[in-house]
């Protein structure tokens, strides 16, 4: 199998300045959004609230997700034009997408959350409120199946994808940009009401689920597993439950109303759920080289060799 980072060098034109601008671009309205945030003293948690009851859950769900179409459709226009790379090799190393993965990766975690969540329902009915609404949710059901995978495709391609290429090819290595990106996406949820709520710990959680995606993304040498396993996490959540807090309020079937804590809700995905769930991707995968794919160098063809190293 080609090595997944390496392919961006073997398949488009690389070159480090063409990687610099994306990344400029997408980090810097994260950075003026939470500077703005801090700056101007906002409280998240209440504008978030205010913004739900003067527009409606809906269309706040679908003013947060809108741009991400752009954002997705910028970085694939980039890729396309500027690197002239291909879909294909920005998501994996094989001779073709492969979709029974991403559907493994949706299912794994989508059946995962609901089983989680129904039980925590039944062992704790006093959390939570029966929220359904048939129109209220059809509409959001529409909304989410279509932009949700668009939000988290961006965030993949961006970090896994893209990031994690031109920090490979640069560095030559793999740990820097398995570890650069899984932060630097821990980092973008900085402005996230959660972090308001429930304080700097929940990055935590954050900077693990970038470190599991980073991993099965190196492992895997593609972006597939990930790709799913993001946008079920993403869908079934908005779908199933809501809370005041989050960063996505929405029409779903049921409304948390328990009080946040900073505990082991934010510990257990992290040290336990994500090593199980990287064990099982591991067995259906046949996953070796442990070592070297998550930390060994990035070795290129001779023919891409030299372009690179002459930039």
């Given at each position: 199998?080609?090595?997944?980072?390496?392919?961006?060098?073997?398949?488009?034109?690389?070159?480090?300045?063409?990687?610099?601008?994306p990344p400029l671009g997408f980090l810097g309205l994260m950075a003026l959004n939470y500077i703005a945030i801090q700056l101007l003293q906002i409280d998240v948690d209440k504008f978030m609230q205010q913004q739900v009851a003067q527009k409606g859950a809906n269309q706040m769900v679908f003013e947060s997700?809108?741009?991400?179409?752009f954002f997705l459709g910028g970085l694939f226009?980039?890729?396309?034009?500027?690197?002239?790379?291909?879909?294909?090799?920005?998501?994996?190393?094989?001779?073709?997408?492969?979709?029974?993965?991403?559907?493994?990766?949706?299912?794994?975690?989508?059946i995962f959350t609901i089983v989680v969540t129904l039980i925590d329902y039944n062992t704790?009915?006093?959390?939570?409120?029966?929220?359904?609404?048939?129109?209220?949710?059809?509409?959001?059901?529409?909304?989410?199946?279509?932009?949700?995978?668009?939000?988290?495709?961006?965030?993949?391609y961006f970090f896994r994808g893209y990031l994690m290429q031109g920090l490979g090819l640069t560095f030559k290595n793999r740990w820097i940009p398995f570890l650069v990106t899984s932060i630097m996406f821990g980092i973008m949820h900085l402005g996230n009401p959660e972090v308001g709520k429930l304080g700097p710990i929940i990055m935590v959680y954050y900077i693990?689920?970038?470190?599991?995606?980073?991993?099965?993304?190196?492992m895997d040498e593609g972006m597939e597993l990930a790709l799913g396993f993001h946008a079920g996490n993403?869908?079934?959540?908005?779908?199933?439950?809501?809370?005041?807090?989050?960063?996505?309020?929405?029409?779903?079937?049921?409304?948390?109303?328990?009080e946040p804590e900073a505990g082991l809700d934010i510990l257990l995905?992290?040290?336990?759920?994500?090593?199980?769930?990287?064990?099982?991707?591991?067995?259906?995968?046949?996953?070796?080289?442990?070592?070297?794919?998550?930390?060994?160098?990035?070795r290129l063809p001779e023919a891409e060799k030299v372009s690179v190293e002459e930039i």
């Open positions: 199998m080609n090595d997944f980072i390496a392919i961006a060098a073997k398949e488009g034109s690389f070159k480090k300045w063409k990687y610099i601008l997700l809108l741009p991400f179409a226009l980039w890729v396309k034009f500027v690197h002239k790379q291909t879909l294909k090799s920005l998501t994996t190393s094989r001779n073709k997408i492969d979709w029974k993965r991403i559907s493994f990766g949706f299912l794994l975690i989508s704790n009915p006093e959390g939570y409120i029966y929220n359904f609404v048939a129109d209220k949710f059809f509409i959001l059901l529409l909304i989410a199946i279509i932009l949700i995978p668009i939000q988290t495709s961006f965030e993949e693990g689920t970038g470190l599991f995606l980073g991993l099965i993304t190196l993403n869908l079934i959540g908005i779908l199933l439950v809501t809370a005041n807090w989050t960063a996505f309020q929405s029409d779903s079937i049921l409304k948390d109303v328990a995905p992290v040290v336990i759920v994500y090593p199980i769930f990287t064990l099982i991707m591991a067995k259906v995968y046949k996953w070796k080289n442990w070592k070297e794919k998550l930390f060994g160098s990035v």
